[in-house]
């Protein structure tokens, strides 16, 4: 099923910054569920709103009946700015979540760099606005000082791994994740960009994004 996808821009923290929305099948949903926000890897490493596990989990969320906002960090793509190692980017974030949900159901979502930024931004909402749903794909713990998700939102937090991640090792998001209690679904003989499983990836979050 091909749910459509429309391009857009809004004045960010250091200029404009570029978004793509995947819409809901109006025949099933005829209002969405909620807005998802989706963060992107790496700017320096070539991570892309159009990254395939980005637009995998967007197509999960849109699936589901969530309208997925996928936007690119500053200085790549169209957006304006220059990297600034996740500080700047969690503005980024933060400013599409204030124009794109600034109210209603809310799911943060991210990919090895953007779930290190989600999980600030997690940080920096929680207690002022609810987060209904978290997403965090190859969490690149070891690599960035990812934060710790709050206990109330463990239930609502899927947390998914790839056992040989050779990118962001599995024992490294163990770690972060242990101290927390909060659990991690491996995917065995998976690597970081999900090669050859998209398709259970798209499975794993929509079914995560389905639950009442």
């Known amino acids: 099923m091909h749910l459509p996808t429309r391009r857009e821009s809004l004045q960010g923290p250091a200029g404009f910054l570029e978004l793509l929305f995947d819409v809901p099948d109006s025949a099933t949903h005829p209002q969405p569920l909620g807005v998802a926000v989706i963060a992107h890897p790496h700017p320096l490493m070539g991570g892309t709103m159009e990254n395939k596990v980005v637009q995998t989990m967007a197509r999960a969320c849109a699936q589901a009946g969530w309208l997925a906002v996928r936007f690119n960090f500053r200085g790549v793509g169209a957006s304006q700015g220059v990297y600034d190692e996740g500080r700047g980017e969690l503005q980024d974030l933060l400013a599409v979540i204030a124009h794109c949900a600034p109210s209603g159901s809310l799911t943060l979502a991210g990919f090895s760099f953007g779930a290190f930024v989600t999980s600030h931004a997690v940080q920096a909402l929680h207690g002022v606005r609810p987060i209904d749903r978290l997403v965090l794909v ?75």
């Open 138 to 212: 190859g969490t690149a713990a070891g690599r960035f000082e990812v934060a710790q998700v709050p206990a109330p939102l463990h239930a609502h937090t899927l947390v998914l791994h790839g056992e040989q991640d050779d990118t962001v090792p599995l024992g490294d998001a163990l770690d972060w994740a242990r101290p927390q209690n909060l659990p991690v679904t491996v995917l065995p003989g998976v690597g970081h960009f999900f090669h050859g499983q998209l398709l259970l990836l798209r499975a794993l979050v929509a079914r995560h994004m389905a639950l009442p």
